[in-house]
C-alpha cells in the first residue's frame, strides 16, 4: 500500500497467505491483493483452484491440506494510465491451468491477466510457457506472469521462475529465466480489439449447439 501510494502506481502485490476466520472456523485463503495509486485495496482475488498434484517420483504437493479454495472473482479497472481505462483480470499460478476461468474474465471484457505463480521445475519447462500462450490465445489477450526467482541453495519447492508477458497473439513479447531481475516493456492495448476484430472467434462460438451436443453424449 505505501509503495502504491508513494510511487503512484498501481501494484498487484503477488499472492500471501490470508488468515480469517469463517463461522468460527480458521482458514487460509492463498490470497493477491491489488493497490490503486493512492494506496487503497481496489481488489482481492483467493485461489480458485489449488494445487493438489502426484507425479511420481518427482513432484508430490497438497496444497489443500493447508489453505481453502476461494470463489470469487478479481477484475479491476485501471484508469489514467492509458488513453482508456481498461480492465484486468487477477488469478493465481495453478489456476492457469483452468481455461474456464480465463473465458468468464474475457466475456467480462478483461484486456490483460495477471498470475502472479511458483511452477516448480517438474511441470514448468513442459508447460509454464504453453499455458500462458494458450490463454492468451484462447481470449485474445495478454497475459503477463510474475514468478519468483529460483535459490539454487534451497532444497525447499524447486521454483521454476521464467516471468513471462504474451499478446493476443499468443506471442511471447519477454521472458525471464530463473534468476532474479525484472522484467519490463510496452504493451500496445489497441492490439486486442485489433486482434479480435480479424479472428472474431467469439462472435463465431456455438453456444446453441455445444449444450445440445453435450446432451446427447
Known sequence: SNAAKTHKKYIIGGSIPE????????KLYNTCLVFDTDGNVIGKYRKMHLFDINIPNKMVFYESETLSAGSDLCMVNIEGVTKNAFK???A?????RFSELAEIYR???CSLLVYP???NTTTGPLHWRLLQRARATDNQLFVASCSPARNHH???YPVYG???????WGQVLNELDENTNILVQEIDLDSVDQVRASIPIWKQKRHD????IKSKL
Open 19 to 26: 488468515e480469517t476466520y469463517e463461522n468460527d472456523t480458521r
Open 88 to 90: 484486468i483480470g487477477i
Open 92 to 96: 493465481i499460478c495453478y489456476d492457469i
Open 107 to 109: 466475456q467480462n471484457n
Open 117 to 119: 505463480a511458483a511452477f
Open 154 to 156: 534451497s532444497k525447499g
Open 162 to 168: 521464467h516471468s513471462i508477458i504474451t499478446d493476443p
Open 209 to 212: 449447439m455445444y449444450s445440445q
